[in-house]
């Protein structure tokens, strides 16, 4: 089975603070992909980031950053200069090759930034 | 280029109802999954449909079905409905393959009283 832990709950940052978001997940499979979505109160998730589980390349989007270490089965995501727009549920999730794209999600990091 | 859509918005029914919550795909995807999401949760997978058949179900109970249509549209069902299934329904939709990312819609948002 597979098993996708965001430990912190709720975060708050004050603006331009930065803040990583911490993911950690647990499967038996050595393909997979990773994924990063945000949900806004509006209820939509948001695609982010996908990476699948041969790529240990962090990436860089703007203020946005992801750091994957399969030694740890750990997939965070770190805000630079967060902003009010960045408030939202964050959440990680976890797809197995050959799963027929059935996510499993993490319970979500409630992110505010005050301004 | 449409987004995901789903409708109703909000919905409330009473304990016992049916209830019937529909998701239109983005444009160009063929395969329909439908996700419930409690209050301070992350979404549940609930089944997921490709070419009008189910393709694969999460742990959810037969009180939940589904259906494809040949336009790729879908509906979710949930009959004898009880408190614990308010929630948010969310509808994912994708192109067949695993490297194909999930388009999520704004979801339906359930209150069963």
């Known amino acids: 089975a597979q098993k996708v832990t965001q430990a912190q709950t709720e975060i708050s940052v004050v603006e331009k603070e930065d803040v990583t978001l911490d993911c950690v997940y647990e499967?038996?499979?050595?393909?997979?992909?990773l994924f990063w979505y945000k949900q806004p109160p509006s209820g939509e998730l948001v695609f982010l980031i996908r990476?699948?589980?041969?790529?240990?390349q962090n990436e860089i989007s703007g203020r946005y950053s992801w750091n994957f270490q399969k030694s740890t089965s750990s997939f965070n995501f770190t805000i630079t200069a967060s902003q009010v727009v960045d408030s939202a549920v964050y959440f990680c999730?976890?797809?197995?090759?050959?799963?027929?794209?059935?996510?499993?999600f993490g319970t979500g990091t409630k992110l505010q930034v005050i301004p | 280029d449409a987004g995901v859509t789903q409708s109703p918005t909000h919905l409330i029914k009473t304990r016992g109802q049916q209830v019937t919550l529909r998701c239109s795909p983005k444009s160009g995807h063929d395969t329909v999954s439908w996700y419930q999401q409690a209050l301070g949760q992350g979404p549940q997978f609930i089944f997921q449909y490709y070419e009008e058949e189910e393709r694969q179900r999460g742990n959810f109970p037969d009180r939940f079905s589904g259906h494809q249509f040949p336009n790729y549209s879908s509906e979710l069902n949930v009959n004898a409905l009880l408190l614990g299934d308010s929630a948010l329904y969310l509808c994912?939709?994708?192109?067949?393959?695993?490297?194909?990312?999930?388009?999520f819609g704004n979801g339906t948002r359930l209150t069963v009283t």
């Open positions: 999730a976890l797809i197995i090759y050959g799963g027929y794209q059935k996510v499993t």
């Open positions: 499967t038996r499979d050595t393909t997979y992909y």
């Open positions: 990476r699948n589980s041969f790529d240990e």
């Open positions: 994912a939709s994708s192109l067949e393959g695993y490297n194909s990312p999930l388009h």
